[in-house]
């Protein structure tokens, strides 16, 4: 279901997701297991994604291509598949892992900063000893990074970065990033563009 090309970056995501899972205490096989299926609904046309997973926000109705990860959990469904843990991993690594879901923390890890990329190697050499850390770097370098464009953040990533440790100790105010309904309403970029490996911006890490 996905181009080979795509499945190149696919290997490289369940490999280093199942290095980051043993050098942080997760479940190696689960982690490359999400891996392996994150990407199952990337290549699928805009309507079919639609189908799979109906819009939430604006965003979702705008660039179909922000489904991908739901779209994805829907046919792994669909075919039996009904591991909780790999299926929230699969259907967040586009807008940033619930808490609590080390394995999601892994997946959308890798996949921001897998070597094919050729950016964002400071959030995958953080990883290797630190989880946390290294997925508040790249949920919070993404939300820098739109926001700093006017590029409306998705609802669901909003929600991931608000849950960020970092974020919730932080008492200045004046930094904390405005909720999307105050954002630009003319994107130059939408969101859904970061989940697509040829459009990483260098730096901040888009996934």
Known sequence: MVRPRRFEHVLRVAELARHIALSNGADPERA????????????????????????????????????????????LTRW???????????E??????????DVAACVYIADVSEPGRGVNADIRELAAHDLTGALERAIVSKVTYLQGRGIQVHPRTLQAYYALPCIQQESKTSIMPKPSSELSSQSNTPESSS????ATPRGPAQP
Do not use: F, K
């Open 195 to 198: 989940a697509q490996p040829d």
């Open 32 to 75: 490359y297991a999400a891996g392996i299926l994150h990407d199952i609904a990337r290549d699928l046309p805009d309507a079919e994604l639609l189908r799979l997973a109906p819009p939430e926000c604006d965003i979702d109705s705008a660039h179909p291509l922000a489904l991908h990860g739901r779209a994805a959990r829907t046919l």
């Open 80 to 90: 039996g598949y009904h591991d909780p843990v790999v299926l929230e991993a699969v």
């Open 92 to 101: 967040d690594h586009t807008t940033g892992p619930r808490g609590g879901n």
